[in-house]
């Protein structure tokens, strides 16, 4: 079982950026990060395949937000800048045990982390 552990969060002013790790215990495969804001469900931000080459962004955040990995440390990144109070939620990392193709379903992730709370103010 491989864990995941989330760091970076905090309150931040809009248009200010905020960058967030999400440490691997493990070997994982595509990585991504959900939010879920209070009432609603969670969503989908971004996620990277396994080699790094290859990202994916929900339209939101598209320009602003952005997903990179580090093999050799098994961490995942999430940069965020020009911040909104729509960004407010907790954001959760995520992690696929096996190869396959992109998805942006909550439900095909293995692994997932505590969460870390981002609060945007206006």
């Known amino acids: 079982q491989v864990q995941l552990v989330e760091s970076g969060g905090g309150l931040v002013q809009a248009g200010g950026s905020l960058s967030l790790s999400c440490a691997a215990s493990g070997r994982t495969y595509t990585m991504g990060w959900f939010r879920q804001a209070p009432g609603k469900e969670r969503e989908f931000v971004a996620a990277?395949?396994?080699?790094?080459?290859?990202?994916y962004y929900t339209d939101s955040v598209k320009g602003r937000f952005t997903i990179s990995r580090d093999n050799a440390k098994n961490t995942v990144y999430l940069q965020m800048n020009s911040l909104k109070p729509e960004d407010t939620a907790i954001y959760y990392c995520?992690?696929?045990?096996?190869?396959?193709?992109?998805?942006?379903?909550?439900?095909?992730?293995?692994?997932w982390g505590q969460g870390t709370q981002v609060t945007v103010s206006s």
């Open positions: 995520a992690a696929e045990s096996r190869i396959s193709p992109y998805t942006d379903s909550p439900g095909e992730y293995d692994y």
């Open positions: 990277i395949m396994w080699l790094g080459r290859n990202t």
